[in-house]
């Protein structure tokens, strides 16, 4: 092609040889040849790194997960519900239109009915779900508590970290490990104000207030201290070492859900009046009130990191219409991921900026404290682009991404179980597409890739965490 491109340059030049027009003629061709060769070029690379392997996703369906972040639902009895598998769930928002991935059409959840429950035909009839959810209640009354594990082990998933507000009934260590969420502890006064800024809000500092009162009573503190350096000292270091104690081995934050991450450095004066101020009454205006939310964040992080707790922080998508999308950019943390002080803490930017920020990740991970998962693009987004966003994360540091599925309670069909197959399997149908054009592209070799396939879906976890592998 670029011999013919060439050629064609020669020919225009020479028939226009005398002519005013002859270099704009010959400049037009060699751009449209030069556009061309980069389409096909583009094209035939794309090809390469989509392609599968599958001897190599056969290795890779082999390896025992260890699932950075999701919200497993507990086994309830007959009239309870599970309200505490997220501080901030999605489901009494306004509703918002699914994305391809997540509609119940998707093929994927017809696979995973097959994987998961030996469904036997390939439609939808109304006679055929029943059967499916028949199937299903079966399974669930014959493992009873054992349930959860019983879907972990058809997953292939060995250990989860459950992101809950308290663990439950069938969530049991050390197949699912606890990460609490510490959200409410930045927000100690009238949150009247936020929670006005969008109906979501209100939603969710509603949530906030409520999980704040709990920490503080079973703390046996009825009453908010009058001091930050009282709220400091009996509510906020006491939660993390209960929540230590009582087996957390990560804390979790969704600000972005309820304010921008840029959590800047603040005074500890100028927190401690704004704190002193409102503790008894009035409602904050929102500059100072992120004073002391930007002190009490950097506070938790420090007492996170001496207390060996990992801080994983919510980045890049969230649901709701009114989600901020901008507040969500991973990039908003580098003041807090680069104060020394914080250094001897571990951040895990959960969902790796999912979206519009995935590339910014790549040069973030090069800080010494920071990681991230694939949670959350796991059901967001299709295998091959979730492969590119891989690859692009493998190629810098492959020793800091994890697996996560971000899986979550839905209902009927389209559950916990069928989400936790669709993201496990994509997050392993791209691990391989990611790592087969590395290999093409000469960049890896085949140990080497079943080397960072280990690394990925369960080697970096028990490093991050101190576990031991059990393989």
């Known amino acids: ?219 046996g503190v009825p009453a908010l201290p009058a001091t930050l350096a009282e709220y400091s000292a009996r509510v906020v270091t006491p939660a993390l070492e209960r929540q230590k104690q009582t087996g957390a081995v990560a804390i979790k934050f969704e600000a972005a859900y309820l304010r921008s991450l840029d959590f800047e450095p603040a005074n500890e004066d100028d927190a401690a009046a704004v704190y002193a101020k409102y503790a008894r009454e009035g409602v904050p205006a929102k500059a100072e009130y992120v004073r002391l939310q930007d002190f009490l964040f950097r506070y938790i992080a420090a007492e996170a990191g001496r207390l060996g707790l990992p801080v994983h922080i919510h980045t890049g998508a969230g649901c709701g219409g009114y989600f901020q999308l901008a507040g969500s950019n991973p990039t908003l943390l580098e003041s807090v991921l680069d104060d020394v002080r914080l250094r001897k803490t571990t951040f895990v930017l959960i969902h790796g900026g999912a979206g519009p920020f995935t590339h910014e990740m790549s040069y973030l991970l090069m800080k010494p404290n920071v990681y991230t998962d694939l949670s959350e693009q796991t059901w967001l987004v299709f295998p091959h682009r979730l492969a590119e966003v891989m690859r692009d994360w493998l190629e810098c540091y492959p020793e800091k991404v994890m697996f996560g599925t971000d899986l979550y309670p839905g209902s009927g069909g389209i559950d916990w179980e069928e989400i936790g197959w669709q993201t496990s399997e994509n997050a392993r149908q791209a691990l391989d597409i990611a790592l087969t054009g590395m290999m093409r592209d000469g960049e890896i070799t085949r140990p080497k890739a079943m080397e960072i396939a280990r690394m990925v879906l369960r080697g970096n976890a028990l490093k991050l965490y101190g576990w031991l592998d059990k393989k």
């Open 1 to 219: 092609m670029a011999w013919k491109c060439h050629q064609n340059m020669q020919s225009s030049g020479e028939n226009f040889i005398g002519h005013s027009r002859v270099v704009t003629r010959v400049r037009t061709v060699m751009m449209k040849c030069a556009a061309l060769f980069s389409i096909l070029v583009a094209v035939a690379g794309s090809a390469r790194a989509q392609t599968p392997n599958p001897a190599l996703m056969a290795e890779i369906h082999k390896i025992r997960a260890i699932d950075n972040h999701s919200h497993p639902p507990r086994v309830v009895g007959p009239g309870e519900k599970d309200d505490e598998f997220d501080a901030l769930p999605c489901d009494p928002l306004e509703p918002t239109a699914p994305n391809m991935m997540t509609r119940p059409e998707n093929p994927q959840y017809l696979a995973a009915w097959k994987a998961l429950w030996g469904y036997a035909y390939t439609d939808h009839s109304a006679a055929h779900i029943r059967e499916l959810l028949a199937a299903k209640q079966r399974i669930r009354h014959e493992q009873v508590d054992h349930y959860p594990a019983w879907v972990l082990d058809k997953l292939g998933i060995e250990t989860e970290l459950a992101n809950r507000v308290a663990m439950g009934r069938g969530l049991d260590a050390p197949r699912f490990r606890w990460v609490p969420f510490d959200d409410a502890l930045l927000f100690p006064l009238n949150n009247e104000a936020l929670a006005s800024e969008t109906p979501d809000r209100k939603f969710f500092f509603g949530r906030e207030t409520l999980l704040l009162e709990r920490y503080r009573r079973e703390l």
